[in-house]
């Protein structure tokens, strides 16, 4: 069982940044992918980054391509997710996930999940 505890959250202007961090509870952390989601109400959850076993392979999502940067300390046991020139559309709760064996877009493919923090972002 891995517990996945997100944090960093917050209410930014449009333009402005925050640094998620997602800590993990696995012992051996630098076998799992981890990814980052959101979702706004009334909205489905949406892929937003992940970062592979090693942190080699990254994937980030094409409305936050150039603005947020996924990155991972596997000595820490955490990932970050560095968002700058946030826009009120990314307002939303972001959510971490981790999974031992698959790394995908699909949110129904990740095992395990966090609760959530919030990011609000004002124009």
């Known amino acids: 069982q891995v517990q996945l505890v997100e944090s960093g959250g917050g209410a930014v202007q449009a333009g402005g940044s925050l640094r998620l961090s997602c800590v993990a509870s696995?012992?051996?952390?630098?076998?799992?992918?981890v990814s980052w989601f959101r979702q706004a109400p009334a909205k489905e959850r949406e892929f937003v980054a992940l970062?592979?076993?090693?942190?080699?392979?990254?994937y980030v999502a094409d409305p936050v391509k150039g603005r947020f940067t996924i990155s991972r300390d596997n000595a820490k046991n955490t990932v970050y997710l560095q968002m700058d020139n946030l826009q009120p559309e990314d307002t939303a709760v972001y959510y971490c996930?981790?999974?031992?064996?698959?790394?995908?877009?699909?949110?129904?493919?990740?095992?395990?999940w966090g609760q959530g923090t919030q990011v609000t972002v004002s124009s």
């Open positions: 696995a012992r051996t952390f630098s076998s799992y992918a």
């Open positions: 970062i592979r076993w090693s942190g080699g392979v990254r």
């Open positions: 996930a981790a999974d031992l064996f698959r790394a995908t877009r699909e949110a129904r493919s990740w095992s395990y």
